[in-house]
Nanobody, 115 residues
Framework: QVQLVESGGGLVQPGGSLRLSCAAS????????MRWYRQAPGKERELVAH????????NYAESVKGRFTISRDNAKNTVYLQMNSLKVEDTAVYYC????????WGQGTQVTVSS
């Protein structure tokens, strides 16, 4: 059974940091590109960060460049999103996504940035 389980979300003040994790099981994790998406209330889901199978290449949305870092540990079947200098506009549900020929989604974790 394929599972992507996100964790690490929560409430943080502007300027703070959070580290999201996504634990994968039920498929060959190292064979899939991994992505983080987010969806804010009333907005479409948007791609935040992408990392290829080996971890040697990453891409980011312009809105998070220089603040967020995606990484992966293929030995632990886990992908991470380190989020620094958080802004109110980063508030959203963050989803983990695995992509090869098919794609899988996690259930999401809420990140709220508020003073």
């Amino acid at each position: 059974q394929v599972q992507l389980v996100e964790s690490g979300g929560g409430l943080v003040q502007p300027g703070g940091s959070l580290r999201l994790s996504c634990a994968a099981s039920g498929f060959i994790f190292s064979g899939y590109d991994m992505r983080w998406y987010r969806q804010a209330p009333g907005k479409e889901r948007e791609l935040v960060a992408h990392i290829i199978t080996t971890g040697s290449s990453t891409n980011y949305a312009e809105s998070v460049k220089g603040r967020f870092t995606i990484s992966r540990d293929n030995a632990k079947n886990t992908v991470y999103l380190q989020m620094n200098s958080l802004k109110v506009e980063d508030t959203a549900v963050y989803y983990c996504n695995a992509l090869r020929i098919v794609e899988y989604w996690g259930q999401g974790t809420q990140v709220t940035v508020s003073s």
